[in-house]
């Protein structure tokens, strides 16, 4: 293989405006020749590529991918231009050998991803696989984020995928005996657990969870609010504060919740009903697009629409 020079690789870069380690490789593919270089990085989509990166992608989809033992599993947002374009298959399937990827090869972050080689090309990196997807569909596509779940010991790994990807929910159970994993029982209480964060949002799973501060800037803006309405500060403290916190509890801790399907119950009475000595441990949500500049739809707002 010909030595490539930095001189080189500069060269290629300011004609093509592709990133340096696509510029060297291709010099090395193509024996230090220039010309042969850049057809290269055309042929691969590449140099168009760079020019469609700096699109804003916030369409796209959430998807989830679990091992058949339910013991592992692999959360991925992935996101590209526009609601058209991740409806192709093109894109479902890049989105699928990443999430495929990701499930295989357990990166610890969205970096290290980027490095790694294929799960089954180790010829290209997973960013080079996202370059020639960004040619291929002819937009901007972006692996935002992802959460791999690992189980230790007994327990399974449960997902709820809404709306073709809009919210994507993970939900890890601890079980006694693993036996359960495979009932049907099991898989209409794991999807029940999976719906309900979808669709209620909860930022935490027990009362337990809740960080102080949080806590303290909940406990703040209840009694500013009620001061500014001319109440007393003792009554505040007294009566209203402590049931405003209650309430804060219930609509923001996954145990607390009232069950969607089932509002005379908490999510923890329905899971003591279900018994078998399940638990859940934890759970991850991601919404499609959330935090990006996009058109702002409320889709918990549709899930509990869906499924009440």
């Avoid at 709306?163 to 029940?192: L, N, P, Q, R």
């Avoid at 007294?238 to 309430?247: D, H, Q, S, T």
Wanted: hydrophobic share 40%; proline share 2%.
């Amino acid at each position: 293989m010909a030595e490539i020079s930095a001189a080189q690789v500069k060269e290629l870069r300011d004609m093509t405006g592709s990133g340096i380690m696509d510029c060297k490789r291709a010099l090395q593919e193509s024996e230090g020749d220039i010309e042969k270089a850049v057809a290269w990085l055309r042929e691969k989509g590449i140099a168009k590529a760079e020019k469609k990166s700096a699109r804003v992608a916030a369409e796209g989809a959430v998807i989830a991918k679990i091992a058949d033992d339910k013991k592992s599993g692999a959360l991925v947002e992935i996101n590209i231009e526009t609601d058209f374009a991740a409806n192709t298959d093109k894109f479902k399937a890049f989105a699928d050998a990443v999430a495929t990827h990701i499930l295989a090869k357990k990166p610890a972050n969205v970096e290290e991803l980027m490095a790694q080689t294929l799960y089954n090309d180790e010829s290209k990196t997973v960013e080079l696989f996202q370059k020639e997807a960004i040619a291929d569909i002819g937009e901007n596509t972006s692996i935002r984020r992802f959460v791999v779940y690992e189980v230790e010991g007994n327990g399974a790994v449960a997902s709820y995928i809404h709306m073709g990807g809009k919210i994507g929910v993970f939900v890890e159970f601890g079980t006694e005996d693993d036996s359960i994993i495979t009932d049907s029982k099991f898989a209409d209480f794991a999807k029940d657990i999976a719906m309900q964060v979808a669709a209620a949002n909860p930022k935490w799973l027990t009362r337990e969870d809740v960080p102080e501060a949080d806590l303290e800037k909940e406990k703040e803006i209840i009694i500013n609010k009620n001061l500014n309405e001319g109440k007393p500060e003792k009554i505040i403290k007294e009566r209203i504060l402590p049931g405003n916190i209650e309430k804060f509890y219930k609509e923001n801790c996954l145990m607390e919740q009232e069950f969607v399907k089932d509002d005379s119950k908490s999510i923890a009475t329905y899971t003591k009903e279900f018994g078998n000595n399940v638990t859940i441990r934890r759970f991850t949500r991601f919404e499609m697009g959330e935090g990006i500049a996009k058109k702002e739809e409320n889709f918990a707002e549709e899930v509990m629409k869906q499924i009440k």
